[in-house]
Every structure is written in structure tokens, then in C-alpha cells.
């Protein structure tokens, strides 16, 4: 029996102005979240949550993916990429972590956007309505801190205190006038330091 999906939510924001600057191009973020029942709910301490994993991670992983790539117009637009789950208050954080850090739930979208960055996350306990941050990161590059970027969104009625909240974010490029340099920049500097110090 797969997960018990109350319903699936789309969001999108567009990025035009930042800083009362126009970017060089608009940045668009999407997000799409499966609203599940939570398999373990009203069941006490769970020991072994595996097998809900193994049987329904994957499924849930390949639809929410083809869904966040159709609304990103093809998998080809994705540049940064992250996931989250937020589980209802009488629920465990583990129960939100055992959906969405599995292979069995990530690989769907890694391969769909031929990915070689881990999947950046959040994962935590909340009630209907609560802020959900997606963060991200390049999907081949992790050192690019141009493409740290956050989704924020919220589901007035999820997660119910029985419910897990599940979501897949992406982004068509980093944040608008990024400026700070990524993180190589900073080990060659450091490096020049060092070198400079042992010259001394």
C-alpha cells in the first residue's frame, strides 16, 4: 500500500528586483510538496522503520520529481536543487527524515537532472501553517555560493498532527546579484596566508 497522499501543492516565485537592482534575468523557485499521512502515527515507538521506506520512498520520490520538472519547464531549467519535510506535532522528526533521506526517495531527482551534489535539507516538527525552508545548492557544484538559496513557503492545513509534509524545491539559477565569492576563493586565500606566515 503506497503512502496516503491528502494532496500535492505547487509554488512559485519569480525574482525580479533585488536590492532595487533589476537582475540580468528573472530567477524563478518552485517547490512542490506532498501532503502524506504519516505511516507511523498513533503506532508508539517504532523500532524499524524500514519497511515503510522500502516499499514507498521511491514511488513518492518519482512523482513528486516529475511533477517539480513539468512546472520548471524540463529537468535541462534546474540548477540548484534541495528537499525537506516537516512532520505534524504528534509525530517524530525521524519520521520525516526516514521519507526523504533514503536513495530510494533522492536518486529519482538526481538522475533527473544528472545531479552530482548531495541533496541539501531540512527536517522538523510543526503544525498547520508552519514556515517550510527548502534550502539549496548547485546541483554539480557545491562550492558555488551563488546558488545557496532558500525557498519559503507554508501550507495553511499541513502538516495535521497525523500528517508528514514533503517537498522538492528547485531553482533556475542562484540568487540575483550574488557578490561574495564561492567558497574556492576563500581557500586560495587562505593558502596565500599560510604561504605568507611560513615565509616569515
Known amino acids: ?97 526516514a521519507v526523504i533521506h533514503t536513495l530510494r526517495f533522492g536518486n529519482h531527482y538526481r538522475e533527473a537532472v544528472e545531479a552530482k551534489s548531495y541533496l541539501s535539507f531540512t527536517n522538523k516538527r510543526g503544525a498547520g501553517g508552519t514556515s517550510i525552508q527548502v534550502p539549496m545548492m548547485h546541483k554539480d557544484d557545491e562550492g558555488l555560493r551563488s546558488h545557496y538559496i532558500t525557498l519559503e513557503m507554508k501550507i495553511e492545513d499541513a502538516p495535521a498532527a497525523n500528517e508528514i509534509v514533503v517537498v ?14 564561492n567558497r574556492y576563493i576563500d581557500l586560495e586565500e587562505i593558502a596565500k596566508e599560510k604561504a605568507a606566515q611560513q615565509q616569515q
Open 1 to 97: 500500500m503506497a503512502f496516503n497522499i491528502r494532496k500535492i501543492c505547487t509554488y512559485i516565485e519569480e525574482t525580479r528586483i533585488e536590492g532595487g537592482k533589476v537582475g540580468d534575468k528573472p530567477v524563478t523557485m518552485a517547490a512542490v510538496a506532498a501532503v502524506i499521512e504519516n505511516p507511523w502515527h498513533g503506532k508508539g515507538f517504532v523500532e524499524n522503520l524500514r519497511p515503510e521506506i522500502t516499499e514507498h520512498c521511491s514511488d513518492l520520490g518519482a512523482l513528486i520529481v516529475d511533477k517539480l520538472v513539468g512546472v520548471m519547464g524540463g529537468a535541462e531549467n534546474i540548477e540548484a536543487y534541495g528537499k525537506a519535510a516537516v512532520v505534524g506535532m504528534e509525530g517524530e522528526i525521524e519520521h520525516a527524515s
Open 168 to 181: 522538492l524545491g528547485a531553482s533556475d539559477g542562484g540568487r540575483v546579484h550574488p557578490r561574495i565569492g
